[in-house]
Nanobody, 125 residues
Framework: QVQLVESGGGSVQAGGSLRLSCAASGYTYSTYCMGWFRQAPGKEREGVAA???????SYADSVKGRFTISKDNAKNTLYLQMNSLKPEDTAMYYC???????????????????WGQGTQVTVSS
């Protein structure tokens, strides 16, 4: 059974940094796409960043140059390093995974069958 467990959220001031982690277990697919989504109150869930099994990454325009997605295969952990945080980054952040090739894109929410429970990020001005 695949499980994704996020951690690392919290409250920071604008300009600060946070690193989110997503520990994956029970995931044995050799080809996969893993990504981070976020959902702010009253808004739809949106893709933030994605990485596929060969290490190719993609980012939403709103986070390019500020966020970095990475993975540690030995630890089965996905990361999202978030720098220069802005109040508009405030949202619940979710880790997602599925056995498909991201193909250099973020993937749609409906492409992912496995989701974590989310971790809250709050950025104050």
């Amino acid at each position: 059974q695949v499980q994704l467990v996020e951690s690392g959220g919290g409250s920071v001031q604008a300009g600060g940094s946070l690193r989110l982690s997503c520990a994956a277990s029970g995931y044995t697919y050799s080809t996969y796409c893993m990504g981070w989504f976020r959902q702010a109150p009253g808004k739809e869930r949106e893709g933030v960043a994605a990485i596929d099994s060969d290490g190719s990454t993609s980012y939403a325009d709103s986070v390019k140059g500020r966020f970095t997605i990475s993975k540690d295969n030995a630890k089965n952990t996905l990361y999202l390093q978030m720098n220069s945080l802005k109040p508009e980054d405030t949202a619940m952040y979710y880790c997602a995974a599925d056995p498909f090739d991201c193909g250099g894109g973020l993937g749609m929410e409906t492409d992912f069958g496995y989701w974590g429970q989310g971790t809250q990020v709050t950025v104050s001005s």
